[in-house]
């Protein structure tokens, strides 16, 4: 079974940035998207960002298009979320995941305008933006 461990997290002042690395144990070719997600302290999980595996289009959260920016790198197996001119309401957890084909193992995440299953979800990493 593949799993995801993202990395990266940590502490940042205002206006910086960081890179966060999501590296998989192993691609499936079943996986459409690829994605990024966050969670405030008492808040539902929401996409952030995703990657098509197929083609390597990409989609975007209207609050983060121009800040963030994800990309791939097949041979490491990894794919990365760049984060840029990152603000305090940035402070969060971040994951990233995989598309599933249904509930099993996953959670619909608010996405694109709809609900998407993604399953496969690994720790998570802290990010803080503070002076």
């Known amino acids: 079974q593949v799993q995801f461990a993202e990395s990266g997290g940590g502490l940042v002042q205002p206006g910086g940035s960081l890179r966060l690395s999501c590296e998989a144990s192993?691609?499936?070719?079943?996986?459409?998207?690829i994605g990024w997600f966050r969670q405030a302290p008492g808040k539902e999980r929401e996409g952030v960002a995703d990657?098509?595996?197929?083609?390597?289009?990409?989609y975007y959260t209207d609050s983060v298009k121009g800040r963030f920016t994800i990309s791939r790198d097949n041979a490491k197996r990894t794919v990365y979320m760049q984060m840029n001119s990152l603000k305090s309401e940035h402070t969060t957890v971040f994951y990233c995941?995989?598309?599933?084909?249904?509930?099993?193992?996953?959670?619909?995440?608010?996405?694109?305008?709809?609900?998407?299953?993604?399953?496969?979800w690994g720790q998570g990493t802290q990010v803080t933006v503070s002076s």
């Open positions: 990657i098509r595996t197929l083609d390597g289009s990409t």
């Open positions: 192993g691609f499936s070719s079943d996986y459409l998207a």
């Open positions: 995941a995989p598309d599933a084909p249904g509930p099993a193992n996953a959670i619909s995440i608010p996405f694109a305008g709809g609900r998407v299953w993604f399953g496969a």
